[in-house]
């Protein structure tokens, strides 16, 4: 397996590391592990939805024809010439 040296970790950031850890039970070295394993991989947990099934979660809020443009006269545009 790879290894992977990260440097320039701000000390706040390493603090917090190290209180996750400890909470979890676990090193900082696995800590690290799991939170880049789950950033990069996913948890498990979650599944990915498509779009169109995202769209179909939304209500029912209204009709189309609030969403409609109104059409007028063309506007005058100065483009600065």
């Known amino acids: 397996m790879a290894q992977l040296l990260v440097r320039n970790i701000e000390d706040v950031v390493v603090r917090k590391l190290k209180q996750?850890?400890?909470?979890?039970?676990?090193?900082?070295?696995?800590?690290h592990r799991r939170i880049l394993r789950e950033s990069l991989l996913g948890n498990?947990?979650?599944?990915?939805?498509?779009?169109?099934?995202?769209?179909?979660?939304?209500?029912?809020?209204?009709?189309?024809?609030l969403f409609e443009r109104k059409r007028s006269m063309p506007r005058k545009v100065d483009l600065g010439l």
Do not use: R, W
């Not at 599944?47 to 979660?57: G, H, I, N």
């Open 44 to 65: 498990g947990k979650t599944q990915a939805v498509s779009f169109k099934d995202f769209l179909l979660t939304m209500p029912n809020v209204g009709d189309d024809s």
């Open 20 to 31: 996750k850890a400890a909470k979890d039970g676990i090193s900082m070295e696995e800590e």
